[in-house]
């Protein structure tokens, strides 16, 4: 049995935040609900940043949606925008929430400090959950005192408009009616949602950034070059792009911060090999190249 979600807020507005905003604001399924969605940021430019975001990427949807008539395309945009709440009050926003998800910086501290600021604010009722890519929930949750059965995992894929899959992560606390809850948004934005354990990496990136360690260790033991390496995984394994590709779209610094994490403190993970962060990734990373991101990682852009 599930509660019903009748409005969330999202407390970041950059790439991430500002496309799970656009999803839930798009959603034929949660505009016949009603559902309520608001924007939050520290700052009117971060908020006009995201609104420029989303404004783009609706643009594209549209353009493709409405095949070039630009008055109903416009339209779009702008009904779709209208649906969106935009605020720099995170506290006044989690106070009518039923849901807030948090797409802030990747870091534990803000991370906790953020929702033990919201814990006072939110109903006890609201449900709390976070779409880090790699730190643990149940960490993040301990900032919270009595909220524990309703704090999640809720971990989108970028860009999120497109991308198909939501991880609802659950910790040995999450209850039943939460889960239910959250998969219920995630069906309702349009979206598959996959059950998975409060683990490092949760599904994808447990699999994906060690495939993508070893690569690179494969490239500095000489074994092959990497543009080698990317055509044999998209010629041979049939993926979309290969792991040097992949690590230039996720970002460098990004790659690097999640396997440092996971060698200092993983669980099950810490000092393994699997993990070990390259020397070569480490030099990218010092040089200021992340990748797509900047213009240069593996490669240029």
């Not at 059965?149 to 899959?165: I, S, T, Y």
């Not at 970002?251 to 099950?268: C, H, R």
């Amino acid at each position: 049995m599930s509660s019903v979600i009748k409005s969330v807020s999202i407390i970041g507005a950059g790439l991430m935040g500002a496309g799970i905003a656009q999803s839930i604001a798009a959603a034929p399924a949660l505009i016949a609900k009603g559902v309520a969605v608001t924007l939050v940021d520290v700052g009117e430019d971060r908020l006009a940043n995201g609104k420029k975001i989303i404004s783009s990427s609706l643009a594209r949807v549209a353009k493709k949606k409405f095949d070039g008539d630009k008055a109903q395309a416009d339209a779009f945009v702008a009904d779709t925008l209208a649906r969106i709440t935009f605020s720099t009050d995170a506290g006044l926003a989690a106070a009518h929430s039923d849901l807030v998800v948090e797409a802030i910086v990747e870091n534990l501290d803000a991370k906790q400090k953020l929702f033990r600021d919201l814990d006072t604010r939110a109903p006890k009722t609201t449900i709390f959950a976070s779409n880090t890519s790699s730190l643990p929930i149940s960490e993040i949750a301990k900032s919270t005192l009595s909220r524990r059965d309703r704090f999640a995992g809720l971990h989108f894929f970028n860009p999120v408009p497109q991308m198909k899959l939501v991880e609802i992560v659950r910790t040995q606390e999450l209850s039943d009616t939460a889960y239910a809850s959250l998969k219920d948004l995630v069906v309702g934005m349009g979206k598959v949602g996959v059950e998975c354990k409060d683990t490092p990496g949760f599904i994808v990136n447990r699999l994906l950034v060690p495939y993508m360690l070893e690569a690179i260790r494969m490239v500095e033991r000489g074994e092959a070059s990497k543009e080698d390496v990317d055509i044999a995984m998209k010629l041979g394994a049939g993926y979309p792009m290969g792991p040097f590709e992949l690590a230039d779209y996720v970002g460098l610094d990004t790659t690097k911060f999640i396997t440092e994490g996971w060698y200092a403190s993983g669980k099950g993970l810490q000092g393994k090999e699997l993990v070990s962060p390259p020397a070569s990734l480490g030099k990218l990373v010092e040089e200021g190249k992340f990748g797509r991101k900047n213009g240069e990682g593996f490669y240029k852009y």
